[in-house]
């Protein structure tokens, strides 16, 4: 029970600190990063990859990286090989040995299939594995 709570923890200080660093700061407005973000959260664009990455990813992984497990970058991930491992992955997501982890699963209702999709080619674009065509 005390390892989920400072997990939890860890996992909100995490998300304030990355807004911030993003610019959005604890006021909020600013300028995000242009490599893995570029759009607001309130943006007209939401639906686009950087405004889906913003809205579910940038807390935990600024700039691809893992601010909970940074051993676990987004960034060259295995979980990047092809799309259909990704939506598996964020749909039910595992730690390498397949525990759970921190990250929360991404259900239908929070995440289309289609935002997955246009999440991933906006991740692989920038990852630089060029799978962004798949």
Sequence with gaps: ????????????????????????????????????????????????GAGIYNANCAGCHPNGGNAVTPNLPVKGSRTLADFKTFLNFIRDPKMPDGSKGAMPAMTQSKISDRQAETLYQFITARDGSGKSGN
Aim: hydrophobic content about 45%; aromatic content about 4%; proline content about 2%.
């Design 1 to 48: 029970m005390k390892k989920a709570i400072v997990v939890l923890a860890i996992v909100f200080l995490s998300s304030i600190a990355a807004r911030a660093q993003m610019g959005g700061g604890m006021m909020g407005g600013g300028m995000m990063n242009e490599g893995w973000g570029g759009e607001s959260r309130e943006s007209p664009k939401a639906t686009s």
